[in-house]
């Protein structure tokens, strides 16, 4: 690892923002038959997409956002993730994304949407709205009537139903059913994950922060993330400080989940927080923009910011959203739009997207592997996407589910700081292999990217060698996924005991479980991918830890 001296886990057990840009899947997916009759009045053709792991909903956001410069499509998202934690992220994130203009203002949204996604702490304000808004949520997973009333474009019908009771324990926890901080001290939890990654050179933290942006994700393209913006994060978890630095001190919920550790010899369930301490969420919306003058550069130095970036791109991206469900006539330059809307007798309508125009369905945990056993699922997708953390899920029973000539996208993790560039060729070729496999080939004529491999469903079983369509970089499977042994905290501070009845067992299973097979999928070379000695992280002190009895 890069970090001997610590644990060189700084991608941690759950992903909470992705490590890749957004993606409009439209672009990604193949086109509309400009000959298809499917596009009638009663009959809209249809985009099936599969997601595993995709984490922050970005990618869903982005397709949304410009769908209007696409024919007329109806979206089917089916998301997977491999905990429920982010599932009730996903629908948070959503319901901030769509909440109606009346209701909140755009600045408001895109701040909202911010903080919640990617900070530790929270304003007061902000941390009022989300115990709020998972209050509601928590009263609408057990009535699926009033929710298919109140968030028509979500859909819980293929989640188990102790998956349902454990995603309302969540939301009852976020919504303050236990005393705020003393069950989240996210700032001590924070500072203990940091400690354990960074090991005896903690006292040096600022310094391996500057080293890990200039030296690595400055060099992997990802140049205007600020050295103050990336050092204060590392530090306090706050990526976007978008008032002043006291107003943020009320702990984040929505980053908190739960996992076995090892007490007195027995597994027992802890809360804290796991996610990233290495990257930070800056790469998903504040590396690439639309607008190329936010990306120029003043005396080599670029004259934007990543927090900048990203909040310029989260509201136009709401934007864009708001005004989707606008009527639209033919398509043509998308600036002319507005205009064609206004010159026509239909009203114009403000607002979120019709909700009817898309849906999100989430899957059972648990599901990748058996998916291709029901009909309905067989050779449906038309895209199906993978994150880096979700690859070993990768296998030619998930192929099945995606339709002949469809394409897979496959992330990599080109801005993961624990890896050295041999380490991301390593995972680059596997992927290609896993993929061949699968019954995927690479995409022909598809522009090059360090960020995504790319590939295309093959009706020949003789696919052909994986070549350069494959990026280099993506994570390999130890540090995607290690070992719960060399996870677990060296110290109680890492962990906050699980108190009360209202949290069932099914949200603290470990994380990142559906991980664990990923180092036996990629098998890479022990000598490059050697994990440091971390028998006694498996031992959470006893003085450090109180249970209810």
Known sequence: ????????????????????????????SSPVDPESKEDTEHRIPELDVLLLGSVDGRHLLRTLARAALWPRRRFN??????????????????????????????????ETFMEVWGNALLRPAVAAFVRTRADLLAHLVPEPDRMAEQLPWLSLSALKFRERDALEAVFRFWAGGEKAPEAFPMSRLWDSRLRHYLGSRYDARHGVSDWDLRMKLHDRGAQVIHTHEFRRWRDTGVAFEL????????????????????????????????????????????IEADDKSLLRTSNGQPVKTAGEITQHNVTELFREVAAWGRPR???????????????????????????????????????????????CYKGRFQLLYVACGMVHLLSPELGACVAPGGNLIVELARYLVDLRPEQLQQFSTRVGELAQAAGFAPQTGSRSSETFARFCKSGDSALRS???????GAPPPEVLAPPLEAMSPPHGDLTQPL???????????????????????????????????????????????????
């Open 1 to 28: 690892m890069t970090t001997p001296a610590g644990s060189g886990t700084g991608f941690g057990s759950v992903s909470w923002w992705g490590l890749s840009p957004a993606l409009d899947l439209q672009a990604e």
């Open 243 to 286: 008032r002043d630095s006291s107003a943020y001190h009320v702990p984040n919920r929505t980053l908190a989940s739960g996992r076995l550790l090892s007490y007195r010899g027995e597994r027992v369930a802890a809360r804290g927080y796991w996610g990233d301490i290495a990257t930070g969420p800056f790469v998903a919306f504040g």
């Open 499 to 549: 108190e009360g009845p209202t949290a069932p067992s099914a949200p603290l299973q470990l994380p990142s479980e559906s991980q664990d097979s990923l180092g036996e999928v990629l098998a890479p070379s022990q000598e490059v991918l050697a994990m440091p000695n971390s028998e006694s992280d498996s031992k959470t002190p006893e003085s450090d830890l109180t249970f209810r009895d």
């Open 466 to 472: 994986i070549g350069p369509a494959l990026e280099s």
């Open 329 to 375: 006539a033919t398509q043509g330059d998308p600036e002319e739009e507005p205009q064609r809307a206004s010159g026509t007798d239909e009203p114009e309508i403000s607002g979120p997207p019709a909700r009817e125009s898309f849906t999100i369905h989430f899957l059972p945990l648990d599901s990748a592997q058996a998916l291709h056993h029901k009909s």
């Open 77 to 110: 998202f089916y998301v997977l993730e491999n905990n429920l934690e982010a599932v009730a992220r996903h629908m948070l994130i959503f319901s901030i994304a769509l909440e109606e203009p009346e209701e909140m203002g755009l600045q408001e949204r895109s």
